[in-house]
T-cell receptor
Framework: EAAVTQSPRNKVAVTGGKVTLSCNQT?????MYWYRQDTGHGLRLIHY???????EKGDIPDGYKASRPSQENFSLILELATPSQTSVYFC????????????FGPGTRLLVL | GNSVTQMQGQVTLSEEEFLFINCTYS??????LFWYVQYPGEGPQLLLK?????NKGSSRGFEATYDKGTTSFHLQKASVQESDSAVYYC????????????FGGGTRLTVRP
C-alpha cells in the first residue's frame, strides 16, 4: 500500500517566523510535490522534485522554498511566514509524468497569526 | 497553459439519485484525465483515470468519458449513497507538462440519507 506521511498535522506559527513542513514517502517514487488547498482554488502546486537533490518551482512558489535531501523526504520551508500562507498543505508522490497517479498525504493545517 | 473548469462548486442530492458533475479542460497536448476524490480529513485519492487511448473509465460505480471534441470529462454515477459525500476534483495530466497535474476547483457533493 502506498504511504505518504506528513508532519506536523497541525501547526500554529507567528508572522515572520520560520516554518518547516515535512513529508516522507515509502513508495520509492521519483517525484514528490507540495500543494496548498484553499477554498475556491482547489489544489495549487508550490514546488516539486524529480528526485534527491532536485527542486522545481510550481505554479505559486513565491514565499516558499523546498528541500529534497533523499528519495523518501521532501520538505517545504516558509522562511518568513505570513498570514496569507494560512492554508492546508498536501504532499504527494508519483512515478513519472502527468499520466501517472499521485499519492497524497493526509495534509498539514497551518495557521499563521 | 493548461486549465480545468468545474462550474459546480456544490451539489446536493438524496440517496439513489443520479449524479452528474461537469468538467471541461483546455490543453494543447495529449492529456490524461483523472477524477480524484477527497473525503473529510484526508488527502485526495484517485477515483479513476482515462487516457486518450481508452476514452472511458469507471470505478466504484462512477463513470467518466473523455470527449476530445467538446474537451469535456464529466463524472456520473447512477445512484449515489451517503458515503459518496466528498469533494471531487477533475484533474488534467499532460506529458508535455512533465510531472505536473492541473486541478479543477473541486465540487463538493453532499448526499442526504
Amino acid at each position: 500500500e502506498a504511504a505518504v506521511t506528513q508532519s506536523p498535522r497541525n501547526k500554529v506559527a507567528v508572522t515572520g517566523g520560520k516554518v518547516t513542513l515535512s513529508c516522507n514517502q515509502t513508495n520509492n517514487h521519483n517525484n514528490m510535490y507540495w500543494y496548498r488547498q484553499d477554498t475556491g482554488h482547489g489544489l495549487r502546486l508550490i514546488h516539486y522534485s524529480y528526485g534527491a537533490g532536485s527542486t522545481e518551482k510550481g505554479d505559486i512558489p513565491d514565499g516558499y522554498k523546498a528541500s529534497r535531501p533523499s528519495q523518501e523526504n521532501f520538505s517545504l520551508i516558509l522562511e518568513l511566514a505570513t498570514p496569507s500562507q494560512t492554508s492546508v498543505y498536501f504532499c504527494a508522490s508519483g512515478v513519472d509524468w502527468g499520466k501517472d497517479t499521485q499519492y497524497f498525504g493526509p495534509g498539514t493545517r497551518l495557521l499563521v497569526l | 497553459g493548461n486549465s480545468v473548469t468545474q462550474m459546480q462548486g456544490q451539489v446536493t442530492l438524496s440517496e439513489e439519485e443520479f449524479l452528474f458533475i461537469n468538467c471541461t479542460y483546455s490543453t494543447t497536448g495529449y492529456p490524461t484525465l483523472f477524477w480524484y476524490v477527497q473525503y473529510p480529513g484526508e488527502g485526495p485519492q484517485l477515483l479513476l483515470k482515462v487516457t486518450t487511448a481508452n476514452n472511458k473509465g469507471s470505478s466504484r460505480g462512477f463513470e467518466a468519458t473523455y470527449d476530445k471534441g467538446t474537451t469535456s470529462f464529466h463524472l456520473q454515477k447512477a445512484s449515489v449513497q451517503e458515503s459518496d459525500s466528498a469533494v471531487y476534483y477533475c484533474v488534467l495530466g499532460d506529458h508535455d507538462a512533465g510531472a505536473k497535474l492541473t486541478f479543477g476547483g473541486g465540487t463538493r457533493l453532499t448526499v442526504r440519507p
